[in-house]
């Protein structure tokens, strides 16, 4: 059984993801004294200047009056049949549909199905359907990212948007700087449970802290069947929003929107995974490490796994089809095959120098 570690510090529930800890705040947090008061994205961002502060990015709280609320259903029934999966009940509305189902079938939770995917509460289902009328209605104004729902726009503008100084939540293992507490504790439980992963693949025994990491793992490694497949390349993902950010690897602009510059080298990264990657690696002072194998010391645990995983492993090496030489990875294959055919790589966007290296064309452009 998974193990809840996500939790609210309002009422000390815990709660398997941190999706279901959103729902959860959603639900029986944020809706101050009146029950039809819902949780909003701060609409006025500016752009971050040295000289005056960013705005708090919290979000504001509106009242809605029952008129707003008959407008939200009205909106939902456009869209959407709200038909119980257990009769031939349809309800006016989603709350009347969520109701039937615990009267009728003792069913605490009523999922309804659109676009391949299950909504079990009122808000998340609303705010799909905007998503109908203007697929970019949770975009944000100043990278133009877009998301599928309100809070997953408050997350992005909270972790990109936000300067560091502005984050007053911080780790004391690693650094990482957060704007909410409780983003700080689930950060916490990712270190905790790194230490105990108990997740093992029956293939090759590796171990995961969860049972997201360990599916992904069968996924890429073992063939698993992959529940969303990109259209352009084929490549698999195990979720929706990771398809999503995949595909706007396939356009320059969608390129350019997923790059994260590093605030203490003030580095590019490409994506928010090789940022988080480039932060355990370069900032973590927790070191030196030896590594037990040849004596090698590394700056931290991250910068150890690296080199084990470069240095010691067993992974399948790629031979030169013109000289025979092994290389350990793609890249230095493709770099070394192009000194046989002379293609260049890397053109500096600065002056006219060239190089097949891309670690020697940083160097060059620092």
């Given at each position: 059984?998974?193990?809840?570690?996500h939790y609210c510090?309002?009422?000390?529930?815990?709660?398997?993801?941190a999706?279901?800890?959103?729902?959860?705040?959603?639900?029986h947090?944020?809706?101050?004294?009146?029950?039809?008061s819902?949780?909003?994205?701060?609409?006025?961002?500016?752009?971050?200047?040295?000289?005056?502060?960013?705005?708090q990015?919290?979000p504001?709280k509106?009242?809605r009056?029952?008129?707003?609320v008959?407008?939200?259903?009205d909106?939902?029934?456009?869209?959407?049949?709200?038909?119980?999966?257990?009769?031939d009940?349809?309800?006016?509305?989603?709350?009347?549909?969520?109701?039937?189902?615990?009267?009728?079938?003792?069913?605490?939770?009523?999922a309804?199905?659109?676009?391949?995917?299950?909504?079990?509460?009122?808000?998340?289902?609303?705010?799909?359907?905007?998503?109908?009328l203007?697929?970019?209605?949770?975009?944000?104004?100043?990278?133009?990212?877009?998301?599928?729902d309100?809070?997953?726009?408050?997350i992005?503008?909270?972790?990109i948007h936000?300067?560091v100084?502005?984050?007053?939540?911080?780790?004391?293992?690693?650094g990482?700087?957060f704007?909410k507490?409780?983003l700080?504790?689930?950060h916490?439980?990712?270190?905790?449970n790194?230490?105990?992963?108990?997740?093992?693949?029956?293939l090759?025994?590796?171990?995961?802290s969860n049972?997201?990491?360990?599916?992904?793992?069968?996924?890429k490694?073992h063939?698993?069947?992959?529940?969303?497949?990109?259209?352009?390349?084929?490549?698999?993902f195990?979720?929706?929003?990771?398809?999503?950010?995949h595909?706007l690897?396939?356009?320059?602009?969608?390129l350019?929107?997923?790059?994260?510059q590093?605030?203490k080298?003030?580095?590019?990264?490409?994506?928010?995974?090789?940022y988080?990657?480039?932060?355990?690696?370069?900032?973590?002072?927790?070191?030196?490490?030896?590594?037990?194998i040849?004596?090698?010391?590394?700056a931290?645990?991250?910068?150890?796994?690296?080199?084990?995983?470069?240095?010691?492993s067993?992974?399948?090496?790629?031979?030169?089809?013109?000289?025979g030489k092994?290389?350990?990875?793609q890249?230095?294959?493709?770099?070394?095959?192009a000194?046989?055919?002379?293609v260049?790589?890397?053109?500096?966007?600065?002056?006219?120098?060239?190089?097949?290296?891309?670690?020697?064309?940083y160097?060059?452009?620092?």
């Amino acid at each position: 059984v998974e193990k809840k570690n996500h939790y609210c510090e309002k009422c000390n529930k815990y709660f398997l993801s941190a999706r279901n800890l959103e729902n959860h705040i959603f639900s029986h947090h944020n809706v101050g004294e009146s029950s039809t008061s819902i949780q909003q994205p701060a609409e006025a961002f500016v752009e971050q200047s040295t000289e005056e502060p960013a705005p708090q990015l919290e979000p504001s709280k509106i009242k809605r009056t029952a008129e707003d609320v008959a407008k939200e259903d009205d909106l939902i029934r456009q869209f959407i049949s709200l038909n119980c999966s257990k009769c031939d009940f349809v309800g006016e509305t989603f709350n009347k549909l969520s109701y039937h189902a615990l009267k009728a079938h003792n069913m605490n939770t009523h999922a309804v199905i659109c676009c391949d995917r299950r909504f079990g509460k009122r808000q998340r289902l609303y705010e799909h359907c905007l998503r109908h009328l203007n697929p970019d209605h949770f975009k944000c104004e100043l990278c133009g990212k877009t998301y599928a729902d309100s809070s997953g726009l408050q997350i992005h503008k909270w972790w990109i948007h936000t300067p560091v100084s502005e984050r007053p939540f911080k780790c004391d293992i690693c650094g990482a700087a957060f704007v909410k507490d409780y983003l700080l504790k689930q950060h916490t439980n990712w270190h905790v449970n790194k230490e105990r992963k108990k997740y093992y693949c029956e293939l090759c025994n590796k171990a995961y802290s969860n049972s997201l990491q360990l599916r992904a793992h069968h996924q890429k490694k073992h063939g698993a069947v992959c529940d969303w497949v990109c259209d352009v390349c084929a490549k698999g993902f195990i979720h929706r929003a990771l398809l999503e950010e995949h595909r706007l690897t396939h356009t320059e602009e969608g390129l350019a929107s997923l790059k994260i510059q590093c605030e203490k080298c003030q580095r590019w990264l490409i994506n928010k995974k090789s940022y988080l990657r480039h932060r355990r690696r370069c900032y973590d002072t927790s070191g030196p490490i030896k590594c037990d194998i040849c004596g090698k010391e590394s700056a931290n645990e991250a910068a150890l796994a690296g080199h084990k995983n470069f240095h010691h492993s067993n992974r399948p090496m790629f031979r030169c089809t013109f000289c025979g030489k092994e290389c350990k990875t793609q890249l230095r294959l493709k770099e070394h095959e192009a000194t046989h055919t002379g293609v260049v790589l890397y053109q500096c966007p600065y002056c006219p120098r060239t190089s097949n290296s891309s670690s020697n064309m940083y160097t060059h452009k620092k």
